[in-house]
């Protein structure tokens, strides 16, 4: 508890602005659900047929994982709050527009048709009888969304969106419990705060409702507009990494480096943001500006090119012109560490299994597999080690990456995939396995930005360059325990790096 109340201490500036974000996109999501589902559901009273035909494909919409949504809006709509908002009205407004629908034409047929023999206007009907006896049903719609509004708000985090579901990510990818319990802890206070706060709004009419949750959204949107107004007339640069520690550092030397050279640029960072292909596009959509990427995932997922070269000064070469010629991008110098793919054992099943080689696995399709998202799916992952080396494992699990070192040690799993430079080799007594047939290709990390951007920023691009052969293995591998391990600040363990390598002032 003690530990929990100092990260508070420590981070609150940076939980109030989360706090602020979850609310804002949370609140505008759920009204905009309001006011589209109830005057729709109120249209379609006496449209029975076109009313089932939107509960189906709204039911149809709730049965795609949130993620896949955000994925594919994306490319039209790019990053941010704005696609966050759009897929979770998606998902929300199936309850409010069922049970306001549900609600007005459940009524009590007789009390319709004397309403209509005394004459009254279709109007006076609607919001002197229809309404106040659907009343309870619409109420309910509404607090089954908003819940479902604040829980699923946390991926917004995923796409830049901010909120809480920051410091759930940054939780899980740096094995930081304290992070991962403010993000949860205050989404489930938030849901159960306006659950009450709906119950409260349930006593008085609807009109009151909409009104307090207009109110309500002036109020978000001006606290959290505020410091965007301010900041308004400076140069924005956007930097992103990938998920995990080791991305976090890169990314924050990046802002260092920029900053240090000219304080005016602001310079915005969000970490933990995705995998290649979602960051790749986020670049080309220009949603971004910066995002570090690795040689061999360029060669292998980005360009697709199969001529591999374990020699790293030649797959730069070859990944740096296949980015400029194909994608017209400008794929900067790369830092001495090379970040290689592995397969990681146990010393234990290492010994038991004399596993040696990844060959070596071949004999054994018994042991259990579980790898990380990236590696999965990418052709430079275990869809190409598979083949190079005949391997048939009869269960591989995917799982997040921060997760998989935990299900080994726990030995939940037998095998897994690893980087080089992972703190957790060496906290977990792990053995990585020969590549005998050498089929990882050489990983060095380098800034990738558009060429339209290193054209008009070439200040940027001169002290971001200051990292060429710089960071051997040792020191990425001891950062990255510092920030996972002992869980220090990304952006201080990259400021000491810096300073001390004498890369900044």
């Given at each position: 508890?003690k ?19 979850h ?6 999501a759920?009204?905009?659900t309001?006011i589209?589902?109830i005057p729709l559901a109120?249209?379609?009273i006496n449209h ?5 035909l939107?509960?189906?494909l709204?039911s149809?919409?709730q049965?795609i994982?949130s ?13 941010g ?17 069922q ?13 319709i048709?004397v309403?209509e ?6 109007r006076?009907k609607?919001?002197?009888?229809q ?8 109420i309910?719609g509404?607090r089954?969304?908003?819940?479902m509004?604040?829980?699923?708000t946390t991926?917004a985090a995923?796409i830049?969106?901010g909120g809480?579901?920051?410091f759930?990510l940054?939780g899980?990818?740096s094995n930081?419990n304290?992070a ?6 205050l989404s ?6 306006a ?5 409260i709004l349930s006593k ?7 009104i307090?949750l207009?109110i309500?959204?002036i109020?978000i949107?001006?606290l959290?507009g505020?410091?965007s107004i301010?900041?308004s007339?400076?140069k ?6 990938k998920?995990?520690?080791?991305p976090?550092i890169?990314?924050?030397m990046y802002k260092?480096l920029i900053k ?7 310079v915005i960072t ?8 979602f960051?790749f596009k ?8 910066i995002?570090?990427e690795f040689?061999?995932?360029v060669?292998q997922?980005?360009?697709?090119d199969?001529s591999?070269?374990h ?9 740096k012109?296949e980015?400029s010629?194909?994608?017209?991008m400008d794929?900067?110098?790369?830092m001495?560490y090379?970040?290689n793919?592995?397969?990681a054992?146990?010393k234990?099943?290492a010994?038991k299994?004399?596993?040696h080689?990844?060959?070596d696995l071949k ?9 990380d998202?990236?590696?999965?799916n990418q052709?430079d992952?275990?869809p190409?080690?598979k083949k190079?080396?005949d ?6 699990k995917?799982?997040?990456s921060s997760?998989?070192y935990?299900a ?7 095998i897994?995939?690893a980087?080089?430079?992972?703190p957790q ?9 020969k590549?005998?047939k050498?089929?990882?290709?050489p990983y060095?990390?380098?800034?990738l930005?558009n060429?339209?951007?290193s054209?008009?920023n ?5 002290n971001?360059?200051?990292l060429?052969?710089k ?8 950062m ?5 391990i ?7 363990v990259?400021?000491?790096?810096l ?7």
């Amino acid at each position: 508890m003690k530990s929990l109340l100092n990260y508070i201490l420590n981070n609150q500036h940076s939980i109030l602005n989360a706090l602020l974000q979850h609310l804002e996109i949370a609140l505008i999501a759920l009204f905009i659900t309001v006011i589209t589902a109830i005057p729709l559901a109120v249209i379609l009273i006496n449209h029975s047929k076109i009313a089932n035909l939107i509960l189906y494909l709204a039911s149809i919409i709730q049965t795609i994982p949130s993620l896949a949504i955000l994925g594919l809006l994306i490319p039209f709509i790019g990053i941010g709050k704005l696609p966050a908002i759009i897929a979770l009205v998606a998902y929300a407004i199936m309850p409010v527009f069922q049970n306001t629908y549900t609600g007005l034409t459940n009524i009590d047929p007789n009390l319709i048709e004397v309403s209509e023999a005394l004459g009254i206007s279709k109007r006076f009907k609607l919001f002197k009888i229809q309404f106040p006896l659907a009343f309870p049903s619409i109420i309910s719609g509404i607090r089954i969304a908003t819940v479902m509004i604040i829980g699923t708000t946390t991926l917004a985090a995923l796409i830049g969106g901010g909120g809480l579901g920051t410091f759930i990510l940054s939780g899980i990818q740096s094995n930081d419990n304290n992070a991962l319990l403010v993000g949860a802890i205050l989404s489930a206070i938030l849901a159960i705060l306006a659950n009450l706060l709906i119950k409260i709004l349930s006593k008085i009419s609807l009109k009151k409702v909409l009104i307090t949750l207009t109110i309500f959204i002036i109020l978000i949107i001006g606290l959290t507009g505020y410091s965007s107004i301010k900041n308004s007339q400076q140069k924005t640069v956007t930097i992103a990494g990938k998920l995990g520690g080791e991305p976090d550092i890169l990314i924050n030397m990046y802002k260092e480096l920029i900053k240090n050279n000219d304080p005016n640029i602001q310079v915005i960072t969000k970490p933990n943001f995705g995998g290649t292909t979602f960051l790749f596009k986020a670049l080309q959509n220009n949603n971004i500006d910066i995002y570090p990427e690795f040689t061999g995932t360029v060669l292998q997922t980005i360009v697709k090119d199969n001529s591999i070269s374990h020699n790293p000064k030649i797959t730069y070469k070859i990944a740096k012109n296949e980015l400029s010629e194909k994608y017209k991008m400008d794929y900067l110098n790369p830092m001495k560490y090379q970040n290689n793919y592995g397969i990681a054992v146990k010393k234990s099943v290492a010994k038991k299994y004399n596993l040696h080689n990844i060959s070596d696995l071949k004999m054994h399709s018994n042991l259990q597999a579980g790898f990380d998202t990236d590696f999965s799916n990418q052709v430079d992952g275990y869809p190409g080690l598979k083949k190079r080396y005949d391997l048939h494992f009869t269960s591989v699990k995917v799982m997040e990456s921060s997760l998989r070192y935990q299900a080994l040690a726990n030995k939940k799993i037998d095998i897994t995939d690893a980087y080089t430079t992972d703190p957790q080799i060496k906290q977990y007594n792990l053995v990585i396995l020969k590549d005998d047939k050498k089929f990882f290709p050489p990983y060095q990390g380098a800034p990738l930005m558009n060429k339209e951007f290193s054209k008009d920023n070439p200040k940027i691009v001169k002290n971001l360059n200051k990292l060429k052969d710089k960071i051997s293995n040792k020191d990425m591998q001891n950062m990255n325990y510092l920030v996972t391990i002992k869980h220090q600040k990304a952006n201080q363990v990259a400021h000491n790096f810096l300073q001390k390598e004498k890369l900044i002032k």
